[in-house]
């Protein structure tokens, strides 16, 4: 009798390790939540609950992807493992709760408000929940919408911006297209009922919209994102990969002369990739680290 009893008593000691494992790692916490907008439509986001009290990080996906890309998983995972609180939205793009990266030749009505008004909506959910110093984490288009949120009035708290891979959108498309579709879109929004069609816009060519939607994108250039970096509320930190062949080292140099914190992670891609990964991770906390 004593044997059986022993084996049950040891695998009740296994399974209860298995329990506290689930309890104290922070990476193992993750939760989707859902919540509804002002306009009805439902949006969620993985949260992972830390162990650093009233601190919070935000961390938001590229163009048109979700929280699930590749880049924003290792960073929402990272800083996870670390112990912080993290919340990884995906901005729905006027698609109820949306899970799966929109293609180009979808029709596109979201206004780059709409995606600020969103980033809100998040910054002030984790706020409603106690979480009083807030970080924003983003990658590429992510960066420079919160690059543009913070250069408004952002809640207060609002700490700091990490931006990986910043961008500058119009920078992907060739002037003269360019010139001509804004062109284009200007006169369209001048019609009783805007019609839609298709853009050139970041890595699309077929991006079908409204000139509204289309227009509060392009829009932003290179001065204009360096104009928000100089208004910006709140400091922003900036990482760039040092082979990031969507821009020069101008591009890198122009951010520094704003007065903007730069690193450089040589060899490093858009997306971090292979190696550069760990260096991204190691970079992001050390940001995060030095936040007071």
């Known amino acids: 009798m004593s044997g059986p009893a022993k084996h049950d008593a040891a695998g009740s000691g296994w399974l209860l390790g298995?329990?506290?494992?689930?309890?104290?790692?922070?990476?193992l916490r993750a939760e989707e939540v859902s919540?509804?907008?002002p306009s009805g439509l439902t949006v969620t986001a993985e949260f992972?609950?830390?162990?650093?009290?009233?601190?919070?990080?935000?961390?938001?996906h590229g163009f048109m992807t979700t929280r699930n890309f590749n880049t924003v998983k290792s960073l929402t995972g990272e800083l996870s493992d670390s112990g912080y609180t993290v919340l990884a939205p995906t901005l729905s793009l006027n698609v109820e709760a949306r899970r799966a990266s929109v293609p180009c030749e979808s029709i596109h009505t979201q206004t780059w408000g709409d995606d600020l008004a969103e980033i809100d909506?998040?910054?002030k959910w984790l706020t409603k929940r106690g979480y009083q110093s807030v970080m924003l984490v983003g990658h590429s288009t992510g960066s420079l919408k919160l690059v543009s949120y913070v250069?408004?009035?952002?809640?207060?708290?609002?700490?700091?911006v990490i931006a990986t891979s910043l961008v500058n959108i119009r920078r992907y498309t060739p002037e003269k297209i360019a010139a001509a579709e804004i062109a284009m879109a200007k006169k369209l929004q001048t019609l009783p009922q805007?019609?839609?069609?298709?853009y050139h816009l970041v890595f699309c060519e077929n991006y079908t919209s409204t000139p509204e939607a289309y227009l509060s994108y392009i829009n932003w250039s290179h001065d204009r994102?360096?104009?928000?970096?100089?208004?910006?509320?709140?400091?922003?930190?900036?990482?760039?990969?040092g082979a990031d062949r969507r821009f020069s080292s101008d591009w890198v140099e122009a951010i520094r002369k704003t007065g903007t914190t730069v690193k450089v992670i040589p060899g490093a891609t858009h997306f971090f990739d292979a190696t550069s990964e760990f260096e991204l991770?190691?970079?992001?906390l050390q940001g995060v680290n030095n936040t007071p």
């Open 35 to 37: 919540s509804r907008l």
């Open 225 to 241: 994102v360096l104009s928000s970096l100089r208004a910006s509320k709140v400091p922003v930190e900036v990482i760039m990969g």
């Open 18 to 27: 298995i329990v506290c494992l689930l309890m104290v790692v922070p990476g």
């Open 121 to 123: 909506f998040w910054v």
């Open 281 to 284: 991770l190691d970079a992001v």
């Open 48 to 60: 992972h609950r830390g162990e650093t009290g009233a601190h919070a990080i935000l961390v938001l």
């Open 151 to 160: 250069a408004n009035t952002p809640p207060k708290a609002v700490k700091k």
């Open 194 to 198: 805007s019609p839609l069609r298709e």
